[in-house]
């Protein structure tokens, strides 16, 4: 079974930076797309970055583009989303998401994602 555990939200002033961790597990990851989303209160679940497992494409909102960075591990079953020149709009919950590659899926709706961690918190102060 498919296990995503999100991590490393916390409290920042803006300009600041954090580095989000999603470890995966329970299958192999080859042939999958990771994802990043935030939900802010009152708000939509909206797509922030995406990676394919092979590394060999990233994918970013125009919103975080030249400030945010998703990446995996090579090693072990790790995607990675470092955040800098955090502002306050982006206080949210952070969310790690995975599915199947196929070429025709948007890979910004969070409908097209059937895995899902629990969940971590950034709040960016100003």
């Known amino acids: 079974q498919v296990q995503l555990v999100d991590s490393g939200g916390g409290l920042v002033q803006a300009g600041g930076s954090l580095r989000l961790s999603c470890a995966a597990s329970?299958?192999?990851?080859?042939?999958?797309?990771m994802g990043w989303f935030r939900q802010a209160p009152g708000k939509e679940r909206e797509f922030v970055a995406a990676?394919?497992?092979?590394?060999?494409?990233?994918y970013y909102a125009d919103s975080v583009k030249g400030r945010f960075t998703i990446s995996r591990a090579y090693n072990n079953n790790a995607v990675y989303l470092q955040m800098n020149s955090l502002k306050p709009e982006d206080t949210a919950v952070y969310y790690c998401?995975?599915?199947?590659?196929?070429?025709?899926?948007?890979?910004?709706?969070?409908?097209?994602?059937?895995?899902w961690g629990q969940g971590t918190q950034v709040t960016v102060s100003s």
């Open positions: 329970g299958r192999t990851f080859s042939g999958y797309t």
């Open positions: 998401a995975a599915r199947s590659t196929i070429a025709s899926v948007n890979l910004s709706n969070p409908r097209n994602y059937r895995f």
């Open positions: 990676i394919l497992w092979s590394g060999a494409n990233t």
